[in-house]
């Protein structure tokens, strides 16, 4: 074989490894992210299986012993915290195979709950992150209002309640991080009443589905149930909605 012979074969040797290597990290890839775009895809839960499954086990529990397999809490916690599931007793009765990686109780980031607990249990998720974010503001809302003697907010959003006003409280020892919906992936505002209390703002979640399916809400109705009726998450760490004609507007309870 001739020098020029030589180098033509080790030329195609190249071509072809690194196609192979091209594929491999396409392939990779592909692995990592299946049937997604982006990075921000990929991170989604799905909890349809998780839920289906403990849904199943509270039922069968029900059925035999006639009550409902919950975490004690105070009258004073918040609807959409309260009626915790027990999933280890679940579990250990046999009701449950195992519990879901996404538990709590397997170093995962929600709380499963009950709601309609009285006429029709249904299992929902309780975001832990959520709450994370929104106990962090409500520290470093604290502090700012120690220091300052006022709120940092920004307006009055309705009669009683405020927009926090992040900038306030950011600082280069406390950077807080952004609040994403668990419904839309939107960033989320927070929200303040005269008490001194955080909440997350899920107006714009609630929005999104009164516009997508054209609904004419009563002015009454807590607009909340729109959200927890179309997906398995609570709207933890929230104010009640009612319909001022034109938007959700948060209101005090």
Known sequence: MSHNQVRFAKGRLRVVVLGVLLLTLVMLTGCMYPGTSSESEAVIVNYDDSVNRIQNAIDSFQSD?????????????????????????????????????????????????????????????????????????????????????????????????????????????????????????????????????????????????IEREQLAPSETEDLRELLTERSHHVPVKSLPYHWDGSAPIAVLE
């Open 65 to 209: 012993q006639h009550i409902l397999p919950m975490i004690t809490a105070g009258n004073e916690t918040p609807r959409y915290e309260k009626f915790r599931i027990d999933l280890n007793k679940l579990e250990q009765q046999g009701y449950l195979d195992d519990i879901p990686n996404t538990a709590f109780e397997k170093g995962g980031s929600v709380y499963y709950l009950l709601q309609n607990e009285e006429t029709d249990p249904v299992v929902k998720v309780m975001d832990l992150t959520t709450v994370q974010r929104v106990n962090d503001v409500q520290r470093s809302v604290q502090t700012y209002k120690s220091a300052h003697d006022e709120w940092p907010v920004s307006e009055e959003v309705s009669p009683g309640i405020f927009r926090v006003d992040l900038d306030k409280l950011q600082s280069g020892a406390n950077q807080l991080q952004e609040l994403k919906s668990v419904y839309s992936g939107e960033v989320l505002p927070y929200l303040l009443d005269d008490h001194g209390n955080v909440y997350a703002d899920y107006a714009v979640d609630i929005m999104q589905v």
